[in-house]
């Protein structure tokens, strides 16, 4: 009875905000705690719950406008942008040209880490709504229901993964051009460097308990948002 009652509440909180965006009214504060409690909710009221939330998040996140694909076309846009950055980094080697090698790479760490990200979430179970353009970072926005109906260690694994594509595409252009660009190449394995730095910034502080860097709300970072994740878990 109690689990009713308390999907019972999740529900009418979650319909109050959604009447708020609807008629302009909504004010942040609502959403956050929200999800906060059905984070911490039984699976099975995530769950009944998911479809509404993603639905509600979606209302949320276009608030701003923002430029944004399907997700299957912004799938197909990263994976074009990523063969194109192979072959800048491959002319630029043939040219000899550095700057041309140097934004091969540049594309490869701009696009691996939404790929990744999206390839371990789909595994995990978590849909996607589109891709829209985070400044000039490219981002999947999730089916934000989907996500919160998997287990937290689920959420921290898919988060976590969003912190792999970055370094991992700085460290094998920096192998990869080694030979024939080495300026580039030690360009990228300092990029390298500074991507782990930033990542564990990211995830040690709201371990820690803070929330933002700045102006930056450091759950806007994969990392940061696994951490707070684990930081909830462990009654933080």
Sequence with gaps: MQGGTRASDLRARLSAIERALDDGSYRPGPWHALVRDVRNSMSCERAALAEDISRVSRKLHLRTPRRRVATNIGILLEIAVTILGGL??????????????????????????????LMVGRA??????YLYLFGVEPRFKMRYGTYLARPRLVRIIVHLSGTVGSPLAA???????????????????????ALVVINA????????????????PLAMSSAGSAAMELREGLGG
């Design 88 to 117: 800048a980094m491959a002319l630029g080697v043939a040219a000899r040209s550095p700057v041309l090698a140097f934004v091969g790479a540049l594309l490869w760490m701009a696009t691996f880490e939404p790929l990744i990200k």
């Design 124 to 129: 995990a179970g978590v849909h996607y709504d």
């Design 171 to 193: 460290w094998l252009t920096s192998r990869m051009l080694s030979q024939a660009q080495p300026g580039v190449a030690a360009l990228c394995y300092g990029a390298w460097w």
């Design 201 to 216: 910034i990211n995830f040690i502080l709201p371990l820690l308990g803070v929330s933002r860097l700045g102006l930056l």
